[in-house]
Each structure stands twice: as structure tokens, then as C-alpha cells.
Nanobody, 123 residues
Framework: DVQLQASGGGLVQSGGSLKLSCAAS????????IGWFRQAPGKERDWVSV????????YHADSVKGRFTISRDNAKKTVYLQMNSLRPEDTAVYYC????????????????WGQGTLVTVSS
């Protein structure tokens, strides 16, 4: 079975840090671009960050640029999202997703999705 297991969410104060993990199994991880998306209550699911298949190319949404860093360890089949200087507006359920093609911010292009992990940032 194809699985993307997101973990690492929790409650943190404004200005704090969290590191999310996305562990993959059941598919050719090295051949897949992996992205992080987030969905706040009552809002659409928005793209946050993406890493290319090898990991040489990474991109971040303007709202998190300079604060969040995406990385991947292909040997461990895991992608990470290091989140620093967290703000209350970062509060959301964070999802990781995979696609065969190159990096994209379009959620409809992703084939596989994890179950999400909740990040809550208190002010």
C-alpha cells in the first residue's frame, strides 16, 4: 500500500519551532516530488513547500520563505519541514503529498496524500 505518514505537529508558542516528518512507503520514493500543503480551519488547502525528486531543488511559498526549510533523505524515504519563527497564522493541518512530475504548487497534480498533522501556534 502507498502511504505517506506525516508527524511532528503539536502546540507551540509564537516564535517557536517544529520539525515535521513525512515518511513514505509502498512506492518509488526517489522518483517522486514531495510537497507540503496546509489547511487552516475554513480555508482552502494551500501549498507551502516542495522538494524535487533528488532534492536539489526546493521552493517555498512567500508566506514561509526564510522561516521554513524543506529537505529530504532518500535513504530513509522521509521528507522534513523545519519550521522556525512560527506565527499564529501558521496554525493549520499540514499534509505531505507526492507526485511523479517536477515540483509544483498545484495540489490537484499530486497523486498521493498523507493524513495530515496539526500544528497550533499560540500567541
Amino acid at each position: 500500500d502507498v502511504q505517506l505518514q506525516a508527524s511532528g505537529g503539536g502546540l507551540v508558542q509564537s516564535g517557536g519551532s517544529l520539525k515535521l516528518s513525512c515518511a513514505a512507503s509502498g512506492f518509488d520514493f526517489v522518483g517522486y516530488t514531495i510537497g507540503w500543503f496546509r489547511q487552516a480551519p475554513g480555508k482552502e488547502r494551500d501549498w507551502v513547500s516542495v522538494t524535487s525528486r533528488i532534492g536539489g531543488a526546493t521552493y517555498h511559498a512567500d508566506s514561509v520563505k526564510g522561516r521554513f526549510t524543506i529537505s529530504r533523505d532518500n535513504a530513509k524515504k522521509t521528507v522534513y519541514l523545519q519550521m522556525n519563527s512560527l506565527r499564529p497564522e501558521d496554525t493549520a493541518v499540514y499534509y505531505c503529498a507526492g507526485r511523479r512530475g517536477g515540483p509544483s504548487f498545484r495540489r490537484e497534480l499530486y497523486n498521493y496524500w498523507g493524513q495530515g498533522t496539526l500544528v497550533t501556534v499560540s500567541s
